[in-house]
């Protein structure tokens, strides 16, 4: 098995070329879902670039394949914490996820090309820990990690912390200049420094967030592979200048549902949650 390389931690910046940014994030896996998001983003004309808030891999059934689409589709990618799991030790993982974990090292080491084995495993040791981008306009920034701006790769931001947890997210706004983009929980929606939380079914029949002038904003764009905001289609968003899209995509849930099933080293668990969307 080759050397593990270590996660990049630094923050780059690209310069505000962009159109607009398709956001995917929390794949793990499951390559039927990431399949119909990259159909479905490809048909947006004003989208020039797609980026991913990480978790690639971890309790689906297709790492290998989800790994290799995202190194070619995606201009960067970060680090999620089950992909520092499977690249490292999965630390604070239930059974399952552990052993899913496991599971997809394994495939990774199993790879009988040489090069190809290589290949995967130096993409998710340069993957990022955080990226600082900016919005098409160039007048405002955008910090993307996988969980929040505290502990990018493995703390959650829970939409019932606007309630529950005010001082957490004064904490964590504290840390934004503008915008911020993460993944994690699984449940799409934006946050906002009033504190409150605003899931996509509250913010209009267009799915769709404007930006205030003097707002700060920290959108969660939901999980590919493994939405548990009780909705089973993959979440995915697009980012404009002045506003956020949410969109959700069908896929054939049955068929990843069968894959996971195949595996016994997946927990059939894995499988049942996909179709109930938790």
Not at 13 to 38: C, F, M, Y
Not at 86 to 115: C, G, H, I, M
Not at 203 to 232: H, M, W
Request: hydrophobic share 35%; aromatic share 10%; glycine share 6%.
């Amino acid at each position: 098995m080759p050397d593990r390389l270590p996660a990049t931690d630094f923050a780059h910046q690209w310069e505000p070329r962009h159109v607009s940014t398709a956001v995917i994030s929390d794949i793990h896996g499951n390559a039927e879902a990431l399949k119909a998001v990259l159909t479905d983003i490809d048909r947006h004309d004003d989208v020039d670039r797609i980026v991913c808030l990480g978790d690639i891999i971890g309790y689906g059934p297709d790492p290998l394949e989800c790994v290799d689409i995202v190194e070619e589709r995606c201009e960067w990618a970060l680090m999620g914490n089950h992909d520092f799991g499977v690249l490292y030790e999965p630390t604070n993982f239930n059974q399952s996820a552990e052993s899913a974990a496991y599971w997809t090292r394994d495939q990774f080491d199993a790879e009988k090309d040489e090069e190809a084995r290589a290949r995967r495993y130096r993409f998710l040791g340069r993957l990022k820990v955080r990226v600082v981008d900016k919005l098409p306009s160039g007048e405002r920034t955008i910090l993307a990690v996988h969980g929040s701006p505290r502990r990018p790769i493995n703390e959650y931001i829970f939409p019932d912390d606007a309630l529950s947890s005010p001082d957490k997210l004064r904490q964590i706004f504290k840390l934004i200049d503008h915008i911020a983009i993460c993944g994690h929980t699984h449940v799409p929606g934006v946050f906002t420094d009033e504190p409150d939380f605003y899931p996509p079914s509250e913010i209009g029949a267009d799915r769709t967030y404007k930006f205030l002038p003097d707002e700060k904003a920290v959108i969660n764009v939901g999980s590919v592979g493994q939405p548990r905001d009780f909705d089973p289609r993959a979440s995915y968003a697009i980012l404009h200048a002045d506003r956020v899209e949410f969109h959700r995509v069908e896929y054939d849930i049955d068929a990843t549902a069968r894959r996971i099933r195949a595996v016994p080293q997946l927990s059939d668990w894995l499988a049942d949650r996909l179709f109930e969307g938790r």
